[in-house]
């Protein structure tokens, strides 16, 4: 027969054993954060790198590809973040697509800082267009790689 004290231990180790199995829940939430973070960004970037393509006026220009430039900067630095918690979450396919966006993302903003340096308005829209391009593609591995990290055990 179960003493007192026993009756009284049971509701307590079973509540201990539930927070522990809960504690051990990996949590992708800020995956998921960084990941949207790093595909918003990229999308602003590859506009204003689309913007700059089409900008006649060389300061103009320039305008756009500084913006292109802080946006892919942005991309990179959340994809950077995601590909940390992808790994923290034991997702590994989820920190494969940030690592991709991320080096896309570091793409980007070379070309626009090389547009931004150049004196010739053929060789902006050149590495506008460039750096639009590897925006897509740092927007689409990000977008890619949401699907791939839930909440796990």
Avoid: W
Wanted: glycine share 2%; net charge negative; aromatic share 10%.
């Amino acid at each position: 027969m179960p003493t007192m004290k026993t009756l009284l231990l049971f509701p307590a180790l079973i509540l201990c054993s539930s927070f522990i199995e809960s504690s051990e829940t990996l949590d992708c939430s800020n995956f998921r954060y960084a990941i949207s973070e790093a595909e918003d960004n990229a999308e602003e970037a590859a506009d204003y790198a689309r913007r700059a393509y089409y900008e006649d006026d060389i300061d103009d220009a320039h305008d756009y590809l500084r913006r292109a430039r802080s946006y892919a900067e942005e991309a990179m630095d959340a994809a950077s973040d995601a590909e940390t918690h992808a790994y923290n979450c034991d997702c590994s396919m989820g920190a494969s697509y940030a690592s991709d966006a991320e080096s896309e993302a570091e793409d980007a903003y070379d070309y626009a800082r090389k547009g931004i340096n150049s004196d010739d308005i053929e060789d902006v829209h050149d590495y506008a267009r460039r750096a639009r391009s590897s925006a897509d593609d740092a927007e689409s591995a990000a977008s890619s790689g949401q699907f791939y990290c839930d909440d796990r055990r």
